[in-house]
Antibody, heavy 122, light 108 residues
């Protein structure tokens, strides 16, 4: 059974940093691209970042480019999101989501974690 | 960047058919995916590549995509279908994945 479990959320001040983790199980992580998707309070879904199965290709939403870094450790079945220079508008539930393929940007997200809440507030 | 437009809300009586639209410039040339998100839960994929259903998703859920509009159709709506629904595509020009604003389905 595919399972994704996020952790690392919390309260941080504007300008601060936070590192999110996503523990994957039930599948071979290296075979699939992985993404982070966020949802602000009372708002819709916003794609944040994607990383290929091997980790050699990444992409980011314009809203986080230059501030967030996605990475993975396939040997540990872990996905990460390093968030720097955080802003109030980054407040959201952050989900990790799995692609059904190693590299295909037109793919859907076939499995989602339950999310971890990040609150950026003075 | 590519914009996907969804109606904020759709209401339907139980047993009737709900249609949720997703508008975008020439969206018919894109692969559209649909997600259901119930209150307090993570999203669930219900339709992918315009009209395919993941295993475990009832046949009542179907999709179509042509021209400037993609549509998620839910037949014989049940109370348990009440949720927010999001469409999503890949914008090849910006190489970014894009979500629609979401539609709240209310079962009367």
């Amino acid at each position: 059974e595919v399972q994704l479990l996020e952790s690392g959320g919390g309260l941080v001040q504007p300008g601060g940093s936070l590192r999110l983790s996503c523990a994957a199980s039930g599948f071979t992580l290296s075979s699939y691209a992985m993404s982070w998707v966020r949802q602000g309070p009372g708002k819709g879904l916003e794609w944040v970042s994607v990383i290929s199965g091997s980790g050699d290709s990444t992409n980011y939403a314009d809203s986080v480019k230059g501030r967030f870094t996605i990475s993975r450790d396939n040997s540990k079945n872990m996905l990460y999101l390093q968030m720097n220079s955080l802003r109030v508008e980054d407040t959201a539930v952050y989900y990790c989501a799995k692609d059904p393929k190693r590299v295909d940007p037109s793919s859907p997200f076939d499995y989602w974690g339950q999310g971890t809440l990040v609150t950026v507030s003075p | 960047s590519y914009v996907l437009t969804q109606p904020p809300s759709v209401s339907v009586a139980p047993g009737q058919t709900a249609r949720i639209t997703c508008g975008g410039n020439n969206i018919g040339s894109e692969s559209v995916h649909w997600y259901q998100q119930k209150s307090g839960q993570a999203p669930v994929l219900v339709v992918y590549d315009d009209s395919d259903r993941p295993s475990g998703i009832p046949e009542r859920f179907s999709g179509s995509n042509s021209g400037n509009t993609a549509t998620l159709t839910i037949s014989r709506v049940e109370a348990g279908d009440e949720a927010d629904y999001y469409c999503q595509v890949w914008d090849s020009n910006s190489d970014q994945r894009v979500f629609g604003g979401g539609t709240k389905l209310t079962v009367l």
